[in-house]
């Protein structure tokens, strides 16, 4: 039990001082890459001072964290509140799914750099044409593991549903949900990973406060250090985001 602790520790530490390694033997070989040193050097004062706020894009690395994940909780959360019901109304009406899931297979491919601009043209504001693209780019997973749920319950479910004389909110609470809940968490997780993808070329091309806007002035003002801070900024961020959809949903089935 101890060893497996310590290597839950260990072996992730490993990876990351191997990364680490390697960066640096990429950055000895490759002029306009900084290595590790030289960009904690550049950017410490984002990381030791992370809420301060000196100007519009110049703050802390936590305060912008924040501003793009403000954006991705709303817009993640549009996603799910349509996508959810979607997916149920798919996976139980096969007349519903002839009509709309071609619709949907062709929406589903389009890049968030695509529907943007859309966004821009229809609600002439950055803000909400991020959330309305955020929203729309990431409830695919959700719908479409909605549905696999709902077409994956066993037909054995639906007859003790009728045997017991369940009235259909009765059999959507206690059979439709639980059954789909599993599924539903797997497209939650990928949904809102695609949230945290589009809000960052959003903020690229909109050019407002978050980490994405961040990078983007950083890479007009060729200052390579802190376009590597905000790459690790977003992974270190995602990579939290799946621990926590992972954890709720843990305790979710515990229930």
Same mark, same amino acid.
């Given at each position: %039990?101890?060893?497996?602790?310590?290597? /839950?520790?260990?072996?992730?530490?490993?990876?990351?001082?191997?990364?680490? =390694?390697? $960066?640096?033997?990429?950055? @000895?070989?490759?002029?306009?890459? *900084? #290595?590790?040193?030289k960009? $904690?050097?550049?950017?410490?004062?984002?990381?030791l001072?992370?809420?301060?706020?000196?100007? !519009? %894009?110049?703050?802390?690395?936590?305060?912008?964290?924040?501003?793009?994940?403000?954006?991705?909780?709303?817009?993640?959360?549009l996603?799910?509140?349509?996508?959810?019901?979607?997916?149920? %109304?798919?996976?139980? #009406?096969?007349v519903?799914n002839?009509m709309?899931?071609?619709?949907?297979?062709?929406?589903r491919?389009?890049s968030p750099? =695509?529907w943007?601009?859309?966004?821009?043209?229809?609600?002439?504001?950055? !803000?909400?044409? =991020?959330?309305?693209?955020?929203?729309?780019? @990431?409830?695919? *997973?959700?719908?479409?593991?909605?549905?696999?749920? &709902?077409r994956?319950?066993?037909?054995?479910y639906?007859?003790?549903?009728?045997?017991?004389?369940? #009235?259909?909110?009765?059999?959507?609470?206690?059979?439709? +949900?639980? /059954?789909?809940?599993?599924?539903?968490?797997?497209?939650?997780?990928?949904?809102?990973?695609?949230? $945290?993808?589009?809000? +960052?070329?959003s903020?690229m091309?909109?050019g407002?406060?978050?980490?994405?806007?961040?990078?983007?002035? !950083?890479?007009? #003002?060729?200052?390579?250090?802190?376009i590597?801070?905000?790459?690790?900024?977003i992974? &270190?961020?995602g990579f939290?985001?799946?621990?926590?959809?992972?954890?709720? !949903?843990?305790?979710?089935?515990?229930?």
């Amino acid at each position: %039990m101890i060893r497996n602790r310590i290597l /839950a520790v260990v072996l992730p530490v490993f990876g990351g001082l191997c990364l680490i =390694a390697l $960066w640096a033997i990429l950055a @000895s070989n490759i002029q306009d890459l *900084p #290595s590790p040193l030289k960009t $904690w050097q550049e950017s410490k004062i984002y990381i030791l001072q992370p809420l301060d706020k000196r100007g !519009e %894009m110049d703050q802390g690395i936590l305060r912008l964290a924040y501003y793009s994940l403000f954006r991705v909780a709303k817009g993640f959360l549009l996603g799910a509140v349509i996508g959810t019901p979607l997916g149920f %109304m798919l996976g139980l #009406s096969k007349v519903f799914n002839r009509m709309f899931d071609p619709v949907i297979q062709v929406l589903r491919p389009i890049s968030p750099l =695509a529907w943007l601009p859309l966004g821009l043209i229809v609600f002439q504001k950055s !803000e909400p044409a =991020a959330l309305f693209t955020i929203g729309l780019c @990431s409830m695919w *997973p959700t719908v479409i593991n909605t549905m696999s749920g &709902v077409r994956s319950i066993p037909q054995e479910y639906w007859n003790v549903a009728k045997v017991l004389r369940l #009235s259909r909110f009765q059999t959507f609470t206690k059979v439709l +949900v639980p /059954a789909t809940l599993p599924f539903m968490f797997t497209g939650y997780r990928l949904s809102l990973g695609i949230a $945290w993808l589009v809000i +960052v070329a959003s903020e690229m091309l909109t050019g407002t406060p978050g980490v994405g806007g961040f990078l983007w002035q !950083e890479y007009n #003002s060729l200052i390579y250090a802190h376009i590597l801070l905000c790459i690790l900024t977003i992974g &270190v961020v995602g990579f939290l985001l799946d621990r926590m959809m992972g954890f709720v !949903e843990m305790k979710l089935r515990a229930l």
